[in-house]
């Protein structure tokens, strides 16, 4: 067998572990695999452990294998944080809920009890009075998010970022995969098709697929909706040449369906799924707060397994569509730790809890507005007429002043009669605005010293 072949099966096996947080036999690695045959998997597992890849625990029949995750630094505004032992992994920071959340979805999976699709979880969430994100998170992702572009047409401001998003975006979501791309690879791999030798071809079409999903969401951001036609047709984008059967990309379930690593069982009775699926969107479509919206999907597309794969990455493209309609900054999923991401999933699919995936949610929302607001925050470009009018300015802000005049209308309007009659009315308004922030700060703007500031101040005419 040549090294590549090993190479690309020691990826796989690491793939897969590192979607079983709680850990994995090798029975279920077989199960998953399927072509590598098992004396093969015992060698390449050895050599993952031996390597530091991955954790080996256990013997004989009980031993399992878990990802190892690196430490990152926490951040500063850490909420709560568990306290880290030896080897602690990458996490966000987690609230109380949260972290009982994620000390239940560890304990071993026998010791958890099997759950199945709870349709009334569902038809509890009543949009408009229903609340998954409580105001005052809502507030704080509101005034993050808001950007320059508020008001304009829908896809104004991730279009204005569509360089870096078409990157970020796909790379992290996939690595969400467990896809081994580097962020260098994948952008070799978007911008010039460059594929790397020795990994399956199938991770750069997980990445390929992402980004021609972001672009065509952008380019219907007018007409993206939450309903049956954008989500099958986003599914069929996001899973193309990645299933085993073409023939179910971009359609709803219609077999049974069982998920590695967790006691949930979804359901597999089509109609059943296409009637919830349904539902789903309809309460997606009514709710008006746009984070509401977006981790509404987030939470319930997942649980519900409406296609056959690929429904985490449906659910975290969906969340970005009411991003992009109300110009909010998009999610891009960056230095999200696959394991919190993964268990705070497992925290919905089993105990029906939102809270551990609200966590991330919050934090990598947080941390997409960071990557992105700084870079595409740049000053306004100057009005035409206040270069134009730049001296006149300076003057009649002077007259004003010296004179101890207040700001009154027809003050400025005085102020204002050497103007061109085209341009009076816009010159007012700005000599109105000039007069209305006019404090010690600002009067070197206007050559005035603080004296004569201080006696039209005195004089009462501040406005």
């Not at 897969?16 to 093969?40: C, D, F, M, Q």
């Not at 996490?91 to 560890?106: K, T």
Request: glycine content about 6%; some cysteine; charged content about 25%.
């Amino acid at each position: 067998m040549n090294q590549a072949t090993s190479a690309r099966e020691l990826e796989a096996i690491a793939a897969v572990v590192a979607e079983h947080p709680e850990g994995v036999g090798i029975s279920g690695l077989h199960e998953a695999l399927g072509g590598i045959n098992r004396r093969t998997l015992q060698r390449r597992l050895a050599h993952l452990v031996k390597s530091g890849r991955i954790i080996g625990e256990g013997q004989s029949v009980a031993r399992v294998y878990k990802p190892r995750i690196r430490v990152s630094p926490a951040p500063e505004s850490a909420r709560h944080m568990a306290e880290p032992g030896a080897g602690y992994e990458a996490y966000v920071p987690v609230s109380s809920a949260g972290a009982d959340i994620r000390a239940r979805i560890r304990q071993p999976l026998a010791q958890r009890c099997p759950a199945g699709y709870d349709r009334e979880f569902l038809e509890r969430y009543e949009p408009g009075i229903s609340q998954y994100l409580p105001d005052p998170i809502r507030l704080q992702l509101h005034e993050i998010g808001y950007t320059s572009a508020a008001g304009q047409a829908a896809g104004t401001y991730a279009k204005s970022i569509i360089g870096r998003l078409s990157l970020d975006l796909p790379w992290a979501s996939s690595r969400l995969e467990g896809n081994t791309y580097t962020r260098h690879e994948a952008k070799n791999l978007i911008e010039s098709g460059k594929l790397v030798t020795g990994k399956d071809v199938l991770e750069a079409q997980m990445i390929l697929n992402h980004k021609a999903a972001i672009e065509i969401l952008l380019e219907n951001a007018d007409e993206t909706g939450f309903d049956i036609f954008t989500f099958r047709n986003l599914h069929a984008v996001l899973s193309q040449n990645l299933l085993p059967d073409d023939g179910v990309s971009g359609h709803l379930r219609r077999q049974p369906l069982k998920i590695l690593g967790t006691a949930f069982h979804p359901s597999a009775m089509p109609q059943f799924i296409e009637e919830n699926f349904t539902l789903l969107l309809e309460k997606a479509g009514a709710i008006t707060d746009p984070f509401e919206q977006a981790f509404f999907l987030m939470v319930h597309i997942p649980y519900l397994q409406p296609f056959v794969n690929v429904n985490k990455r449906v659910s975290r493209l969906g969340a970005n569509i009411s991003l992009i309609k109300h110009n909010l900054c998009p999610m891009s999923f960056l230095d999200v730790p696959g394991i919190a991401y993964t268990e705070g999933t497992l925290g919905v699919y089993e105990f029906k809890r939102i809270e551990l995936l609200r966590d991330v949610f919050v934090w990598a929302y947080e941390r997409s507005c960071q990557n992105y607001l700084p870079a595409a925050t740049t000053p306004p470009a100057p009005d035409p007429l206040k270069i134009r009018y730049q001296q006149e300015l300076v003057t009649a802000v002077q007259m004003l002043v010296r004179g101890k005049l207040a700001a009154t209308e027809s003050n400025i309007r005085r102020a204002a009669s050497a103007i061109p009659e085209q341009d009076r009315e816009a010159f007012m308004r700005l000599l109105a605005e000039a007069m209305k922030y006019l404090d010690e700060g600002r009067i070197a703007r206007y050559r005035l010293n603080r004296s004569e500031y201080a006696e039209w101040a005195a004089a009462g005419k501040t406005p």
